[in-house]
């Protein structure tokens, strides 16, 4: 069901979209940020896990185990970051399908302020010229 606003809701309306897609941008800019450091942290484990992994055959058995421990450790966290990079991803999704629905809604509404600018006109002209005259 189409909904029918005045022209000044309609108006409040395109200012209240605005003002949330601004706000939403701004979540997805620090989201973006937030990927590309976890990203950077993650690149950084991975070097250090492959570095560590050449190990110097004259290590004893038990600098091997806490090598293997300290694999391990770094594995763990990089799987972490990298489950955190997928919901900050899910998230970013999420804020630009908001933002496609929030430009759609805007557009919409200035179609409507157009056409309801242009019915008055038409009515004005109807009124005070006694005939229907199309403004272009």
Not at 36 to 51: E, T
Not at 52 to 70: H, L, Q, T
Not at 98 to 120: A, C, N, Q, Y
Request: proline share 0%; hydrophobic share 40%.
């Amino acid at each position: 069901m189409l909904k029918l606003y005045s022209f000044h809701q309609a108006g409040f309306l395109i200012q209240k979209a605005v003002i949330e897609c601004e706000k939403l941008e701004g979540q997805l800019e620090e989201s973006n940020m937030t990927i590309l450091k976890l990203f950077d942290i993650n690149k950084k484990l991975m070097k250090r896990v492959r570095n560590s992994s050449f190990f110097d055959v004259n290590f004893s058995f038990k600098s091997d185990e806490d090598g293997s421990a300290s694999r391990r450790r770094i594995s763990v966290q990089t799987r972490r970051i990298s489950e955190k990079i997928a919901r900050l991803q899910l998230v970013v999704q999420k804020l630009q399908f908001v933002l496609l629905k929030l430009d759609d809604e805007k557009e919409v509404g200035v179609k409507f302020i157009m056409s309801e600018t242009r019915r008055r006109i038409l009515l004005e002209d109807y009124l005070y010229n006694g005939r229907k005259t199309i403004h272009r």
